[in-house]
């Protein structure tokens, strides 16, 4: 076996604690993963190990995802200590979802805004359809605050789908700072025994429209909670509640967008996560963990050029590739050549490691 795997081998068993033979297990898994840029096992398979037949390969994985109890703990943990050091994060909270056959697959999922992109560190397989409850909201919470500390989380993001009295109360009684979009048929009043009034009230008499905020804080699910908005050109409403600092409410909630931009990555340009054939959420979820791992060494990837080697310019009326898309194009052909003797493929290992 050559040193750059060895090299993996060793961050992995770091990083995750795991036996030797679980982090060669994974370390052939990620750099098949991206040389393929397929979740697509038989692909992952034909790229496993050429001391071995496909069928020997493609049985081990399949006995991976059956029978190994991924720590995701220490899987979020892997992915914050790659990243270089932040006091704290935005957090964004999104869902995404589309069918394979009859079957949902329907993941919600939390990442850490760094830079303009999301990085996604713990996430949950909804067995149903549709949208999440506060009870699978509140444990994906309970998760992140295993991985990553209270007090490094400057604020928390989300849409409409996760409002709700329960949810909100939650991250008041967690002393979690939030700005989350609500719909404009919620009621709102200054006393929390008062008849509600509907939200969009308060901006309907705003000719223009720039986004305000309340001077005063009102009663919204029963807590009190500062509240800012504007009336949208197509006659919808932007109106983001807020724990505290809504002066930074729009500024922040407009980076839950970058978690758009991370299920597209992962779903189609990336990995092409639609495409698997898995069905059990249990795998789902672990497949998700080393696509994640992937994703985010790619991202880094791409800062390490930015930083390392010269950047050329994109052409003109071409748009520029982002940090992730040149990092995972650079890190496959790396990876192909893994056994041949290259700096610049240890250093990109490397990244793995704690920042």
């Known amino acids: 076996m050559h040193s750059n795997l060895k090299q993996l081998i060793k961050i992995i068993q770091v990083q995750l604690n795991a036996s030797y033979l679980r982090s060669e297990f994974i370390a052939l898994f990620l750099t098949s993963l991206i040389k393929s840029k397929s979740v697509n096992l038989a692909d992952i398979a034909g790229l496993f190990s050429v001391t071995n037949k496909f069928e020997s390969n493609y049985r081990r994985i399949q006995r991976f995802f059956q029978e190994y109890m991924m720590n995701f703990v220490k899987i ?41 992109i999301s990085l996604p560190v713990c996430w949950m397989l909804l067995d149903k359809k549709g949208f999440s409850n506060h009870y699978e909201r509140i444990e994906l919470l309970k998760r992140l605050f295993e ?15 996760f409002d709700g009295k329960e949810f909100i109360k939650f991250l008041k009684d967690e ?21 509600g009034k509907r939200i969009k009230n308060l ?38 509640i807020s724990s505290s600092n809504p002066e ?47 994703y985010v060494w790619a991202f880094l990837t791409g800062e390490e050029m930015k930083r390392s080697y010269t950047v050329i310019l994109a052409e003109k009326g071409k748009r520029a590739r982002s940090s992730f898309d040149k990092g995972l194009k650079y890190l496959r052909s790396l990876l192909s050549n893994i056994h041949e003797i ?12 704690c920042a």
């Open 76 to 116: 979020g943990q892997m992915l914050i200590s790659m990243l270089p050091r932040q006091t704290k994060y935005v957090v964004a909270i999104d869902r995404t979802n589309w069918e394979f056959g009859k079957t949902p697959i329907n993941i919600m999922l939390i990442s850490l805004v760094y830079k303009d």
């Open 342 to 353: 290259k700096q610049e493929i240890l250093n990109m290992i490397n990244l793995l490691s």
């Open 203 to 240: 901006l309907d008499k705003v000719k223009s429209f720039r986004y305000i905020i309340y001077p005063e804080k009102v009663v919204i699910y029963d807590q009190m909670l500062h509240v800012g908005g504007k009336k949208l050109p197509d006659g919808d409403y932007l109106i983001l």
């Open 175 to 195: 002393n979690i700072n939030f700005h989350i979009r609500i719909r404009h048929t919620v009621t709102y009043n200054y006393t929390r025994t008062a008849k």
């Open 248 to 294: 930074n409410a729009q500024e922040e909630y407009k980076k839950r967008w970058t978690i758009e931009t991370l299920f597209n990555k992962l779903k189609k340009r990336g990995f092409n996560l639609e495409t698997t054939h898995m069905r059990d959420k249990n795998k789902l979820e672990k497949l998700l963990g080393l696509v994640s791992i992937a």
């Open 147 to 161: 991985i990553l500390p209270k007090e490094q989380i400057a604020c928390l993001v989300g849409d409409r789908e």
